[in-house]
């Protein structure tokens, strides 16, 4: 055998270059072919299947998944809360050791609506603790010194939220939930700092009038309309309207919003016809879209105004509350401003109008439907456009108003003229609740 190959290696050392270099190309070839042909046999007969393995771990994740879940279990609302906050406890002293996993935790938590998913999310990341016995005994320890004191019965701080009418003006606010939103968009004004402005308003009215304004609110669970002095749901001034106006077309105004907002309030009249045009805005209890934008407005500008001057109040909702309330005349950018503004008695108890904004700005109420903004304030990057604007001048409703300035009219020459007070309108096409006039 080996002469034989000896032999035949000769003779190819023999033979030319090229056709050396041919056999060498033939038996690569060759080569190629039955390595392919190897690697489909392979393939098929399934010798590179991974047939996988049971985890190690898969006992554990059933029993994690069995635990116990809220949707399968009838609760009050009373003991979701307090399963909530015992959870809330329990992510705290999970963060002493993992505060990657805890924060992690309570955000999914927050989105799954449902506390018990906390302590599945918990345990399910136990199949990489070796010893859990420091977190429990933290835990438990915890747990003893919370429970050593007893659940006081008190079932709101804010005091002026524990009346019937709270309830009654949430349902009220949440109906214009998409109105507050679009003025929030429109101006780059976070709407939950709008519903705080018309909060303060809308207390404040419940309070003056109030034998007569819990005949309605509370029943028909409707915002109330200004038409006397101050107007619309949040009591807007013509004197101020005008005043918004004009800074939103003046660049040298230190209360001037950008170009972006210069046709924000655009007439669709020239001359007289605009004074009724925007009495119009103001007073409609069916659309308060104007109403929204001119608050909105009046916190943008006040915004801006004292950023100019070197005093950033965009993160001061107290602040902006009780300087809507007191008006652009007593807008002076100061250090250390105050809040303050009108008195409001609620429950026996004085408010100002800045702390009653501020107490529902930082109160979690209302928060899925008015969530906070990362930033309180937008600036427009680009114009609105026709198509927004031609919306906003559409949106005034085609209803009764009492003809403008009967307030200053004499009673008696104005008796068959104007609404009666108080009187609640109604849609006869729609027969559905249209709003409220009362004296302010």
């Not at 590179?48 to 554990?60: E, F, H, L």
């Not at 010893?131 to 438990?140: A, I």
């Not at 020239?270 to 103001?282: K, M």
């Amino acid at each position: 055998m080996a002469s034989k190959l000896g032999i035949a290696f000769r003779e190819w050392r023999e033979r030319s270059t090229g056709r050396k270099i041919l056999d060498c190309v033939v038996w690569l070839f060759a080569l190629a072919g039955f390595a392919i042909i190897g690697a489909w046999a392979v393939y098929q007969l399934g010798l590179t299947n991974n047939r996988g393995a049971v985890d190690k771990n898969s006992r554990y994740m059933l029993s994690v998944n069995e635990m116990e879940a809220l949707k399968d279990v009838e609760l009050t609302q009373e003991q979701i809360q307090r399963r909530w906050m015992k959870q809330y406890l329990k992510l705290a002293v999970f963060s002493k050791f993992y505060p990657v996993n805890a924060q992690l935790i309570t955000t999914a938590a927050q989105y799954g609506h449902d506390p018990m998913l906390v302590d599945k999310m918990i345990a399910a990341s136990g199949i990489y603790i070796d010893d859990m016995t420091e977190f429990n005994n933290l835990l438990q320890e915890v747990e003893k010194v919370i429970d050593r004191y007893p659940q006081q019965q008190v079932p709101n701080v804010i005091k002026w939220m524990e009346g019937p009418e709270w309830p009654a003006l949430k349902e009220a606010i949440v109906r214009d939930k998409a109105l507050i939103a679009e003025a929030g968009r429109l101006t780059g004004v976070e709407p939950r700092l709008i519903v705080g402005c018309l909060i303060g308003e809308q207390i404040r009215l419940f309070n003056t009038n109030r034998e007569n304004f819990k005949k309605y609110l509370g029943p028909v669970k409707v915002l109330s309309v200004q038409s006397q002095f101050s107007y619309g749901v949040n009591g807007i001034k013509i004197s101020t309207a005008k005043a918004i106006e004009e800074h939103m077309k003046d660049p040298t105004s230190p209360f001037y919003m950008g170009p972006r907002y210069e046709h924000l309030l655009d007439y669709t009249v020239e001359g007289q016809a605009q004074e009724d045009e925007r009495y119009n805005r103001l007073v409609d209890y069916r659309n308060h879209l104007y109403s929204y934008l001119y608050t909105a407005c009046i916190l943008h500008q006040t915004m801006i105004q004292w950023k100019r001057a070197g005093y950033d109040i965009s993160n001061r909702p107290d602040i902006l509350f009780t300087l809507f309330n007191v008006g652009f005349a007593q807008s002076v950018p100061k250090p250390n401003p105050v809040c303050g503004g009108s008195h409001i008695k609620v429950h026996g108890e004085t408010y100002t109008f800045g702390a009653i904004g501020f107490d529902f700005y930082y109160s979690g109420e209302l928060v899925e439907d008015f969530p906070f903004w990362r930033e309180h304030f937008i600036p427009g990057d680009k114009d609105l456009t026709e198509e927004e604007i031609a919306y906003i001048q559409g949106s005034v409703s085609n209803c009764k108003r009492p003809p403008r300035g009967w307030e200053y009219m004499k009673k008696d020459s104005v008796q068959d003229a104007q609404p009666v007070h108080e009187e609640v309108y109604h849609d006869e096409e729609e027969d559905e609740y249209a709003g409220t006039y009362a004296n302010e």
